[in-house]
């Protein structure tokens, strides 16, 4: 057997089926870990590269059924009513879940190999075949996983399946390479082209990514560049930003198109689950007329652009 697919990664989940996430129906593979933490993340349940329990307190019904039978004692309640795991303790039985009555316990992420999510990718073939879909592998951060990452993507090559990436680019460059030949088209975030607003709106700073966007455009690989913009109102979708980042867009020879993405709160309630706090509370989501005014913003600043928002391209 080949050794690769017995490798394993921390996998958070497979969707099937998405239409967001490449061309043609796709199944995204979601993997846990990231080295950014983004206000407006949707995703929290994906930051950490451990296997974590979530906790819905509207669901639960008070039996205390999960901490009588954690043999290992790592379930306890806190003074809130919160059900708390400690990790150090957890054997990953999952016996707490199977017993909860009320489906209020969730284990987010498990240890899978390149064996076992290629079986579940090739399930979905034929819709592959004739939505003209593929595989993205998302996250989290693909890349802090990126021999895991790679292998899977080889695997998928290899059963002629088209394949895409969503990162953040933020790695170093001599990891970020390796996964290029594998890929049809990759999808980078640019958050913000100012490097100390980057950090201060997702933790770390810009020019290692946008240094690798530069790179990775230039080599020789053939996959197609996505540049995406996550619309956060009055954090980055000032004029100068928008007009900044259509130009460092405008300036890549594999681009397809730039792609703006309208800020939503889809993943709130996940912070909730995860006793986290949403940073973002008071901020709506934008209207459709202000999210088309900004993509007018950045098209006037560069008409030959290619923009998307809202599954169009203007
Ligand atoms: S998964 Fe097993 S060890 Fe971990 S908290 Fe649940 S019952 Fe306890
Ligand atoms: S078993 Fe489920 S319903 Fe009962 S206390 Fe635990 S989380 Fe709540």
Same mark, same amino acid.
């Given at each position: 057997?080949?050794?690769?697919?017995?490798?394993?990664?921390?996998?958070?989940?497979?969707?099937?089926?998405?239409?967001?996430?490449?061309?043609?129906?796709?199944?995204?593979?979601?993997?846990?870990?990231?080295?950014?933490?983004?206000?407006?993340?949707?995703? $929290?349940?994906?930051?950490?590269?451990?296997?974590?329990?979530?906790?819905?307190?509207?669901?639960?019904?008070?039996?205390?059924?999960?901490?009588?039978?954690?043999?290992?004692?790592?379930?306890?309640?806190?003074?809130?009513?919160?059900?708390?795991?400690?990790?150090?303790?957890?054997?990953?039985?999952?016996?707490?879940?199977?017993?909860?009555?009320?489906?209020?316990?969730?284990?987010?992420?498990?240890?899978?190999?390149?064996?076992?999510?290629?079986?579940?990718?090739?399930?979905?073939?034929?819709?592959?075949?004739?939505?003209?879909?593929?595989?993205?592998?998302?996250?989290?951060?693909?890349?802090?996983?990126?021999?895991?990452?790679?292998?899977?993507?080889?695997?998928?090559?290899?059963?002629?399946?088209?394949?895409?990436?969503?990162?953040?680019?933020?790695?170093?460059?001599?990891?970020?390479?390796?996964?290029?030949?594998?890929?049809?088209?990759?999808?980078?975030?640019?958050?913000?082209?100012?490097?100390?607003?980057?950090?201060?709106?997702?933790?770390?700073?810009?020019?290692?990514?946008?240094?690798?966007?530069?790179?990775?455009?230039?080599? $020789?690989?053939?996959?197609? @560049?996505?540049?995406?913009?996550?619309?956060?109102?009055?954090?980055?979708?000032?004029?100068?930003?928008?007009?900044?980042?259509?130009?460092?867009?405008?300036? @890549?020879?594999?681009?397809?198109?730039?792609?703006?993405? $309208?800020?939503?709160?889809?993943?709130?309630?996940?912070?909730?689950?995860?006793?986290?706090?949403?940073?973002?509370?008071?901020?709506?989501?934008?209207?459709?007329?202000?999210?088309?005014?900004?993509?007018?913003?950045?098209?006037?600043?560069?008409?030959?652009?290619?923009?998307?928002?809202?599954?169009?391209?203007?």
């Amino acid at each position: 057997m080949d050794n690769s697919l017995g490798l394993s990664g921390m996998l958070l989940r497979i969707e099937k089926s998405s239409i967001h996430d490449g061309e043609g129906l796709r199944t995204v593979v979601f993997l846990k870990g990231c080295n950014l933490h983004c206000l407006w993340c949707s995703t $929290p349940e994906s930051h950490s590269d451990r296997v974590e329990l979530g906790f819905d307190s509207l669901r639960c019904k008070s039996c205390d059924a999960c901490i009588k039978k954690c043999l290992s004692k790592a379930l306890s309640r806190n003074c809130d009513g919160r059900i708390v795991l400690e990790q150090g303790r957890c054997r990953l039985c999952f016996q707490c879940q199977q017993d909860c009555p009320s489906r209020a316990l969730l284990f987010y992420g498990v240890k899978v190999s390149v064996k076992e999510v290629l079986h579940e990718i090739l399930k979905d073939e034929v819709f592959y075949f004739h939505s003209g879909g593929g595989v993205t592998i998302s996250g989290g951060e693909p890349l802090l996983q990126a021999k895991f990452t790679c292998e899977l993507l080889k695997g998928c090559k290899r059963n002629g399946l088209d394949t895409a990436m969503e990162s953040s680019f933020n790695v170093p460059w001599q990891i970020a390479t390796g996964v290029l030949p594998y890929l049809n088209t990759l999808f980078i975030d640019v958050k913000h082209s100012d490097d100390n607003i980057h950090e201060q709106i997702t933790g770390t700073k810009s020019a290692m990514i946008l240094e690798n966007i530069v790179r990775a455009d230039s080599s $020789p690989e053939l996959f197609e @560049l996505v540049l995406r913009l996550p619309l956060i109102p009055g954090l980055n979708d000032d004029e100068h930003n928008l007009c900044a980042t259509a130009a460092f867009a405008a300036s @890549l020879t594999k681009l397809k198109y730039l792609e703006v993405l $309208p800020y939503h709160r889809l993943g709130s309630a996940t912070y909730t689950k995860l006793g986290l706090d949403y940073t973002l509370t008071g901020l709506p989501t934008p209207t459709i007329s202000y999210v088309l005014d900004k993509c007018r913003l950045i098209k006037s600043s560069q008409p030959d652009l290619p923009v998307k928002c809202f599954s169009k391209i203007i």
